[in-house]
């Protein structure tokens, strides 16, 4: 009967699942299902994971050791996709890397399915982590606090933490998810964190955000100016800057009242 | 406070009857010298490393990161602005030149430093790109950028991305100062031949542009004697140095271009080259008419493909052009056209061929030939698992073999593969469809100087 392993879809919860599915059905072929999203199988045994730190370490442990550094941070961050199969796909990989003779090179393994279906994940939550790099937008609250709301697909927030914690060292900052409802926060000269289950009161950041920032107007005068005319094409800027980002972007505020007033 | 400014307005008109102009607000400023900015092209931020110390702000990082995309579909890095437009050059394909009656306005150092301190600090750019008219004199005009950024980085502690544009006939010593506090410099050549400078920009000469060119780049040799000895020792222009050409406002064919290019890669160590499209902002008797359809954007993306080759891909300007085909085909890219006329080296085998030879099969870039290159060494390949690495197999399927074999029957005959590559539509960026759209016939291709099938 196969065995399917029930867990949440957190970095926890799915290196528990790895951990129980590697002690007790290391040579089978198992599932990895997320809680609230599990399709009910004839023929299947579930199983729910107690989640713990302990797990988790060790699992960590066993993939940097045997896999190597660079397949650790390609596992991690296709773990953190938006996609149903990530971990199954994850454990797989991790048994047909027993089959090699050297398993740090199972990445190269390309003509693996599972291989290359973690490749694949591990690319496009990379290239998002990217993209945010640069269109994360900080508003001033009251206190001199920068604040920014993001709404991305994977759950970004640790891919990106030590960059802008390395680039705003003086400064405190909060990025908030709003998809997976986690924040991360840093105070000045201290090491970032990460809130999940949203602790933070968001009500009362809201409250204390500056109605007027010269700034935000400067910069969409900029923004507007720097375009050459004869070149325009809104195409072009949709490829590379999709409308899903644009909300949470400032500079593309005063457009989205015009429309509205367009459609009313 | 503004009630304060507009009062002593007041007071300034009814001392002087001659008011010539109000002063102009940040806003205005900034309008201005970003839009007279816009046509410079690199905002990139690419080139250097740079972690920050822990008490100021920015960082670098070597990948460039884009902020924000304007209307245009051009990436938004760099706070890009003119210091001033009030320029004495006359240049005739510039907007700013002294003889056009414009807008004149300059920003003080103080204003540039916190423009990009609080749009640094919000994350809307990753450094400043500055750039500048000539405001009395090359040395004049260089001493101020050099003040404000001794101030970005000395004072404020600015350590994000700085790019500075040199002006021809500065003092090599000040040079040497601005180097040691920018990121990367660039002298734009302008134009591809220095006949064609001395007729669109009189003030400018071949000879001044290069110099500076050459200073930093013997400086930045000497840097990194120092650097290897104390790593210590403060960078002289890091990211390198870039320069950009006008395509399009005058006769130069696209072998010279390359060639210039390839020059300016080898002999001057330029990182990037860039290709303008020529826009028409003035009307004057030696530019050039201006063309129904808009700016030559595919040509520039053209030579935009072949500078890949260039640097990526080991290839020669005098294996993409010669004189007898001075300009490429607008119907193949530089690559396929590369491949259809050296068809003796295909088909070549996924398994076996080298790194180079991989490199030069139309359809496999620079990544997915590292790929097939490191999965080969753990199992055969075939052509699912190439299309699974991000090879292009449609256009790479003539000229390939995985095992001996290729993916459908095809015939290695120039004209068989060049009517089969121009069926499947080249998917071209967005940044040059618009277009109108032309029917091939064969005579063209002929024309073109193609070698003729018999």
């Known amino acids: 009967m196969r065995s399917i392993y029930v867990c949440h879809d957190t970095i926890q919860g799915i290196f528990s699942a790895l951990y129980d599915a590697w002690v007790y059905n290391r040579h089978a072929d198992v599932g990895i299902e997320f809680v609230g999203k599990v399709e009910r199988q004839l023929f299947c045994q579930y199983i729910d994971v107690v989640e713990n730190e302990k797990k988790v370490l060790a699992v960590e442990r066993l993939i940097q050791k045997n896999l190597g550094e660079n397949t650790y941070h390609d596992i991690y961050y296709a773990l953190l996709a938006d996609d149903a199969k990530k971990a199954e796909a994850v454990f797989q990989t ?49 206190g001199g606090v920068l604040f920014s709301e993001i709404a991305p697909k994977s759950q970004v927030l640790t891919c990106i933490a030590d960059y802008f914690y ?10 908030h998810d709003k998809t997976h409802g986690m924040s991360l926060v840093h105070p000045k000269q201290k090491p970032w964190f990460l809130l999940t289950h949203d602790q933070a009161d968001l009500q009362q950041m809201g409250s204390l955000i500056q109605v007027e920032d010269d700034y935000e107007d400067l910069w969409k005068t900029f923004f507007q100016s720097i375009s050459i005319q004869e070149r325009e094409n809104y195409c072009c800027q949709r490829t590379h800057l999709p409308l899903r980002y644009r909300k949470e972007m400032v500079e593309f505020h005063e457009r989205k009242v015009d429309r509205k007033n367009i459609g009313s | 406070m503004n009630e304060l400014k507009t009062s002593l307005c007041v007071e300034n008109k009814k001392l002087n009857t001659l008011v010539i102009q109000e002063p102009f607000t940040l806003q205005e400023k900034l309008h201005i010298l970003g839009a007279a900015a816009k046509y410079d092209v690199a905002c990139t931020s690419s080139g250097v490393d740079r972690r920050n110390d822990g008490t100021g702000m920015g960082n670098a990082y070597a990948a460039g990161i884009c902020h924000s995309f304007s209307a245009d579909g051009r990436c938004i890095s760099l706070l890009k602005i003119l210091f001033t437009n ?161 395509i399009g406002a005058t006769p130069e064919t696209d072998y010279q271009i390359m060639s210039v290019a390839e020059t300016l890669y080898n002999k001057f160590d330029l990182k990037r080259v860039f290709y303008s499209a020529f826009i028409p902002v003035n009307e004057d008797l030696a ?68 790194y180079k030879t991989l490199l030069r099969v139309p359809g496999i870039g620079v990544r997915s030939a590292q790929r097939i290159v490191a999965a080969r060494r753990l199992g055969i390949l075939d052509f699912q698992d190439l299309k699974k690495m991000g090879v292009v197999l449609k256009r790479a399927l003539y000229f390939l073999t995985c095992k001996g074999k290729m993916m459908y029957a095809t015939k290695i005959e120039e004209d068989y593969i060049l009517r089969n590559l121009l069926q499947i539509k080249e998917s071209l960026p967005d940044s040059v469809t618009g277009m109108a759209y032309q029917q091939l016939s064969l005579f063209d291709v002929q024309s073109n100087g193609d070698k003729k099938v018999s």
């Open chain 1, 94 to 142: 991790m048994q047909a890397a027993r089959a090699l003779r050297n398993s740090r090179k199972i990445m190269e393994h390309l003509s693996n399915d599972s291989v290359t279906k973690v490749f694949e994940l591990s690319r496009r939550v990379g290239n998002e982590a990217h993209l945010f790099q640069g269109f994360v937008r900080f508003r001033e609250l009251q």
């Open chain 1, 166 to 175: 390395n680039r705003y060292p003086m400064e405190n900052w909060m990025i």
């Open chain 2, 86 to 246: 009030e320029c004495i050059y006359d240049c005739k394909y510039c907007a700013n030149r002294s003889s056009n009656d414009v807008v004149r306005t300059s920003f003080t150092p103080d204003e540039v430093c916190t423009l990009v301190m609080e749009f640094y600090r919000r994350n809307y750019i990753e450094g400043l790109f500055l750039s500048s008219g000539i405001l009395k004199s090359p040395d004049f005009t260089m001493e101020l950028i050099y003040i404000t950024l001794h101030k970005l980085r000395h004072i404020l502690n600015f350590q994000g991305y700085i790019h500075v544009k040199t002006i021809p006939g500065t003092n090599g010593e000040l040079i040497n100062r601005i180097g040691f506090l920018a990121d990367r410099m660039s002298v734009n050549l302008e134009l591809p031949t220095a006949e064609s400078l001395k007729k669109l920009a009189p003030n400018k000469s071949r000879k001044k542009i290069l110099e500076p060119m050459r200073l930093v780049q013997q400086n930045r040799i000497a840097n990194k004697h120092e650097l290897a000895l104390n790593n210590r020792a403060p960078a002289f222009v890091p990211a390198g140095q870039s320069t950009q050409m006008i």
């Open chain 2, 287 to 354: 530019l050039p008419a201006v063309k129904q359809g808009g700016p030559p954007l595919l040509r520039e993306h053209r030579l935009y493909q072949a500078d890949w080759l260039l640097r990526f891909y080991h290839f020669q300007t005098k294996e993409l052009l010669d004189e007898k085909n001075p300009n490429f085909n607008v119907f193949l890219d530089p690559k396929c056209n590369w491949a259809l006329k050296h068809l003796e080296y295909f088909p070549v085998e996924v398994n076996k061929a080298d």
